[in-house]
């Protein structure tokens, strides 16, 4: 199976911050990446789907990049809701693997 | 509007079985692939298990393979999850959610149903 890998952890920022959170794949997945944010008791929420494509009626503020192996989500100016859980999710090949989350919390 | 309604769950013992359910609304059930995706209380996310639009190709999980089917009817448009011999280590909430394109990513979730495994 493709292991994915995120990082950081946990991450704390400020309103208004920009950050970028990163997910690593075992082994090349081309473009097949998505992104889901996740709210304490929410279903996962589409964010970004074939590495960089924004899903419809998501802010611009997200975006997505990368291709291969590695893999980023970044959050431009930080708005109070986006503080929640972020995976990403490859779709290569099933298993369709997730990677461990990121918490994104408020500083 | 697409609305995605998981079913089914509750308190089992280990070795018992249970049957989840998803009922699918508000978009064309029959041409979507289908997935099963888990939450361990306070872990992260974890596909359990995919079916095509037509059933006709079904994937599985290693930790469940074997012990679970995943199965729908598209005449009553809704998803099935049928667990046997549950382990304490399935305790989770249990999403069903709406495949794009077929391709493993989901556009669309349920808002899950919790299987407690306890004796």
């Known amino acids: 199976d493709i292991q994915m890998t995120q990082s950081p952890s946990t991450l704390s920022a400020s309103v208004g911050d920009t950050v970028t959170i990163t997910c690593r794949a075992s082994?090349?997945?081309?473009?097949?990446l998505a992104w889901y944010q996740q709210k304490p008791g929410k279903a996962p929420y589409l964010l970004i789907y074939?590495?960089?494509g924004l899903e419809s009626g998501v802010p611009s503020r997200f975006s997505g990049s990368g291709s291969g192996t590695e893999f980023t989500l970044t959050i431009s100016s930080l708005q109070p809701d986006d503080f929640a859980t972020y995976y990403c999710?490859?779709?290569?090949?099933?298993?369709?693997?997730f990677g461990q989350g990121t918490k994104l919390e408020i500083k | 509007e697409v609305q995605l309604v998981a079913s089914g769950g509750g308190l089992v013992q280990p070795g018992k079985s249970l049957r989840l359910s998803c009922a699918a609304s508000?978009?064309?059930?029959?041409?979507?692939?289908m997935n099963w995706v888990r939450q361990a209380p306070g872990k992260g996310l974890e596909w359990v298990s995919y079916?095509?639009?037509?059933?006709?190709?079904?994937y599985y999980a290693d930790s469940v393979k074997g012990r679970f089917t995943i199965s729908r009817d598209n005449a009553k448009r809704s998803l099935y999850l049928q667990m046997n011999s549950l382990r304490d280590e399935d305790t989770a909430v249990y999403y069903c959610?709406?495949?794009?394109?077929?391709?493993?990513?989901?556009?669309?979730w349920g808002q899950g149903t919790l299987v407690t495994v306890s004796s």
């Open positions: 959610a709406r495949d794009r394109q077929s391709s493993g990513y989901n556009d669309y």
């Open positions: 508000g978009f064309t059930f029959s041409s979507y692939a």
């Open positions: 079916i095509s639009s037509s059933s006709s190709t079904i």
């Open positions: 082994q090349s997945i081309s473009s097949w």
């Open positions: 074939k590495a960089s």
């Open positions: 999710q490859q779709y290569n090949s099933y298993s369709y693997t």
